[in-house]
């Protein structure tokens, strides 16, 4: 049996491990970090002359590869990778390619205690906490209820909490309220974050588009405000009515962590509501009362 080269899913360590250990799940030995050993990569170099399309799934972070990805062919064996996974890898991750990068210090897993093995074929999603769900997991209708009811403060919510989700699970430095509050420049962000999401694409892969449903948010939200300040009471309100629907640009980005969190044993339960729901539900009925209110007196 041969070694061959992957990463953790959870902390980006470089490890190795036996052919023989594929579908076995183990412990990674940095982390602690429970995962399930992948597919060797490809044991020869490819000899197909380049590809005039890349696409397919790039072998460094396993997830898929687009049009409107950065990318980088190997010029050896002709295999596309991810830009920023070629870089990061400083070179080709293909087992037995020349373009592949010497030989570093890597963990080995032949020694790592793993649990039965589990069926090689299907694909594996990596474990989670037992019953914790993946980003905000709600139904799609509180998501659209709440937002009507907030006039909006509900989409900053939702910003805030799956920012705050990656922190707590990936030990970011940032400040998730922050990033909530001023959602028009991190709601791309926090949107691209899940569609590259390796936890996530290994159960499904995302193809809802970050940067089209980001600015369709955006402006709707900009354009709003600015109708929103006008002194006219009916320009005001015409500017609320517009920025109203701006949740429908989150409505696919719901429905793909809804799918990846049904497709976990054991389920998850939906988000329990929460203190912040409450703010925005509360902010949105005063809100609601002072426009009529404001209307009713012009």
């Given amino acids: 049996m041969s070694d061959f080269k992957f990463t953790c899913p959870h902390c980006q360590q470089h490890l190795s491990a036996d052919s023989s250990m594929v579908g076995t799940e ?9 995962l399930i050993v992948p597919e060797p990569p490809t044991s020869q170099p490819r000899v197909t002359p380049p590809q005039t399309e890349v696409g397919g799934t790039c072998p460094y972070c396993r997830a898929a590869i687009t049009p409107t990805d950065r990318t980088r062919v190997c ?29 570093e210090e890597k963990i080995s897993l032949a020694g790592a205690v793993a649990s039965a093995p589990r069926a090689v074929g299907a694909v594996q999603p990596p474990p989670i906490a037992g019953g914790s769900a993946m980003f905000l997991y709600i139904p799609v209708s509180r998501l659209v209820v709440m937002s009507i009811v907030s006039l909006g403060l509900y989409e900053a919510y939702w910003i805030y909490r799956n920012w705050r989700y990656l922190k707590e699970r990936d030990g970011l430095k940032i400040q998730p309220f922050w990033r909530g509050m001023f959602g028009v420049f991190y709601c791309h962000g926090i949107l691209k974050a899940i569609r590259t999401d390796q936890r996530t694409n290994a159960i499904e892969r995302a193809s809802f588009s970050a940067g089209g449903l980001a600015a ?12 929103g300040r006008s002194n006219e009471a009916a320009v005001s309100f015409l500017g609320t009515l517009i920025s109203l629907p701006s949740f429908l640009f989150f409505v696919p980005v719901q429905n793909y962590i809804n799918r990846v969190n049904e497709r976990t044993n ?6 329990s ?18 426009l009529f209110a404001g209307m009713a007196a012009s």
């Fill in 26 to 34: 183990v412990a990674c030995p940095t982390c602690s970090g429970r």
């Fill in 75 to 103: 010029p050896a064996c002709h295999t596309p990778h991810h830009a920023d996974c070629w870089k990061e890898n400083k070179g080709c991750t293909v087992f037995g390619c020349s373009m592949a990068p010497p030989d």
């Fill in 216 to 227: 369709g948010w955006i402006i709707l939200i900009v354009l709003g405000s600015a109708m």
């Fill in 266 to 271: 054991p389920r998850p339960p939906y988000k």
């Fill in 273 to 290: 509501w929460s203190a912040g729901h409450i703010v925005c539900l509360v902010w949105g009925i005063i809100i609601w009362l002072l």
